[in-house]
């Protein structure tokens, strides 16, 4: 399956493709645009080619589909970017290609720029509580933390952020670049040591890759560690993140299964080559549930929201989002 939607693709579309696929590049939202730009690069050729526009519809669900049972499976965002950004595509099926490439980009970017707007109020939010820290600790890789962690540098004062290194997708490093960016001094620590530096942080910042409307955030495994010893520290955990990351299923009675990874090749690359690998599980979890319990609250473009506080939040949003 995924050799044949890549080969749906165009040529210049398929490195996006691949980015996701093989973890070249992390964060939901990043994904998310990624995908997006595939469905315009779709769109594109069909008006070069001139392609049957009902052809060009079916590419996008070919594409679109792929990424709601697979990306979307472990975040809830993926899924309703997705579907938001090709909502009614299918009644420009009966129009000259050029006319409906014109609606299908308008509606694809339509999100985008809701998008933006979320996200650019979760930041000013975050920016906010952070005025009274100083100390900061940020877990694991998000494109909205990322944001939050450029924008604080103009609070006009010295942090210093720790990094936990996040061993299962490497997701610390690329918060480098943005601190060093933004002017703030780094400390890069391996996740192990966690609990011997966080009682020195003033707060923990972590995007989500979905959450409950009960309040239990999803995020890179590791996650509920960095919650449990927030709790017995007593440290602020915040999850900041927008709506669209919303995973309704569980007001209904559905759940969200795990996706699991072999770390095979990441964990045992500098094994020596007598040692059996073929006998050894490297299977683990991708993402993990934190506890309500341990979120101090959820930033939100709505607000900041204690985790507890969420439910009735997450109903009208999930309301207005249907159009009901």
């Keep these: 399956m995924e050799k044949k939607i890549r080969e749906i693709l165009p040529e210049n579309s398929r490195e996006f493709f691949d980015s996701i696929v093989e973890q070249r590049v992390l964060g939901a939202s990043k994904h998310i645009s990624m995908i997006g730009d595939m469905f315009e690069g779709i769109v594109k050729r069909g008006v070069e080619e001139k392609y049957n526009t009902t052809r060009v519809v079916d590419e996008i669900f070919q594409v679109a589909d792929y990424f709601i049972e697979t990306r979307g499976e472990a975040s809830q965002a993926v899924g309703n970017a997705i579907l938001m950004m090709i909502h009614g595509i299918r009644e420009y099926c009966d129009m000259d290609i050029e006319e409906a490439a014109k609606k299908i980009i308008e509606v694809k970017n339509s999100y985008a720029e809701?998008?933006?707007?979320?996200?650019?109020?979760?930041?000013?939010y975050g920016a906010?509580?952070?005025?009274?820290?100083e100390n900061i600790l940020v877990y694991d890789y998000s494109s909205t933390v990322e944001k939050l962690l450029i924008a604080i540098a103009s609070n006009k004062k010295k942090y210093t952020i720790y990094i936990p290194e996040s061993r299962i997708i490497d997701g610390g490093r690329p918060f480098v670049k943005a601190c060093q960016k933004a002017g703030h001094k780094i400390k890069f620590i391996p996740d192990?040591?966690?609990?011997?530096?966080?009682?020195e942080c003033d707060a923990v910042f972590m995007g989500a890759e979905t959450f409950y409307p009960d309040g239990t955030g999803?995020?890179?495994t590791g996650s509920d560690i960095v919650g449990?010893?927030?709790?017995?520290?007593?440290?602020?955990l915040y999850f900041i993140t927008p709506m669209i990351k919303l995973?309704?299923?569980?007001?209904y009675g559905g759940r969200k299964n795990l996706v699991y990874q072999n770390l095979k090749a990441k964990l045992s690359k500098n094994?020596?080559?007598?040692?059996?690998?073929?006998?050894?599980?490297?299977?683990?979890?991708?993402?993990?549930?934190?506890?309500?319990?341990f979120i101090r609250a959820f930033i939100t473009e709505q607000g900041v929201i204690p985790a507890n506080q969420m439910y009735n939040v997450c109903i009208e949003y999930s309301k207005n989002l249907r159009g009901e």
């Design 114 to 124: 809701q998008a933006k707007v979320a996200v650019d109020k979760c930041v000013q």
């Design 128 to 133: 906010k509580l952070a005025e009274i820290m």
């Design 192 to 199: 192990a040591s966690m609990m011997y530096y966080l009682k």
């Design 218 to 220: 999803f995020n890179t």
């Design 228 to 236: 449990l010893i927030c709790h017995y520290f007593g440290i602020p």
């Design 247 to 251: 995973d309704i299923r569980p007001t």
């Design 271 to 293: 094994w020596e080559k007598e040692l059996d690998r073929g006998s050894v599980d490297f299977i683990t979890p991708e993402l993990v549930g934190v506890d309500p319990k």
